[in-house]
């Protein structure tokens, strides 16, 4: 399948320099990061609030919680955000990002045998005390999955460290610019981000190739939304909660 190249002019231009223009702190690296921060520090949370006896059953709400503040950061550092500007996007190259993503959910079901995993996480089957299955808690989780996640990690994974990996000043770096090294990079430790580590490195690989073929930001957000709300209505139909 040929993806047709887009052009994002405004997006890409070089941005007026400043004296902390690049550095790893400043405010439009810190504006990517934060959202990814967030996510990763209620993991934590959960983490260790499962190692003070919290049951998983009883830590269920945290998922909410969690979408919610990173929605929430999300929205109040949009502007800074001038890759997510709509430039529009070809009808090709939607449906191909939407196909992309479709593989990339049917390669992570099946890329799942004992050495492609890391520990055995207990899934997300939320149910109520009389012990049926929670659906709001479930429609949230695939919104935040198939909606949040998406936005929060291809910022950060892609536009971002991708980018800085090449060169700090990485709003200035154009995704086809994008290096074999700092392409290779973020798809390991994006793998490892996830239980399905080798999973996660193909999807690393397909939004980052993605990312870089087309110049648009969009396309892998398109992909990687796809790739999760597959997955979260598979595992409603299969029962197979794991894969949460």
């Known amino acids: 399948m040929t993806l047709p190249q887009q052009q994002e002019p405004q997006t890409h231009a070089p941005a007026p320099a400043t004296p902390a223009a690049g550095a790893l702190l400043d405010c439009r690296s810190l504006t990517r990061i934060l959202p990814f921060a967030l996510y990763m520090a209620f993991i934590a949370i959960t983490d260790g609030l499962q190692r003070a006896g919290w049951t998983t059953a009883e830590l269920y709400w945290l998922y909410p919680v969690k979408a919610g503040v990173v929605l929430l950061a999300l929205l109040a550092c949009w502007r800074n955000y001038g890759e997510l500007a709509w430039h529009g996007m070809k009808t090709g190259t939607m449906l191909a990002s939407a196909a992309i993503g479709f593989a ?96 996660g490195m193909v999807a690393g690989a397909a939004y980052g190739l993605l990312y870089m073929r087309t110049a648009t930001l969009w396309a892998p957000i398109i992909a990687h939304a796809v790739t999760n709300g597959s997955l979260g209505i598979w595992v409603v139909i299969t029962g197979n909660w794991t894969y949460w």
């Not at 089957?125 to 998406?150: N, S, T």
């Not at 291809?154 to 000043?169: G, K, Y």
């Open 104 to 199: 990339v959910f049917v390669l992570w079901v099946n890329l799942d045998a004992g050495w492609m995993q890391i520990g055995s996480p207990d899934g997300y089957q939320p149910r109520d005390a009389a012990g049926q299955l929670d659906w709001v808690l479930i429609a949230v989780r695939i919104a935040g999955a198939a909606l949040v996640v998406p936005l929060m990690e291809e910022l950060f994974w892609r536009s971002f460290l991708m980018r800085w990996i090449d060169a700090p000043d990485f709003l200035r770096v154009h995704p086809a610019r994008i290096t074999l090294k700092a392409l290779l990079f973020t798809v390991v430790l994006f793998g490892f981000e996830h239980s399905l580590w080798l999973a």
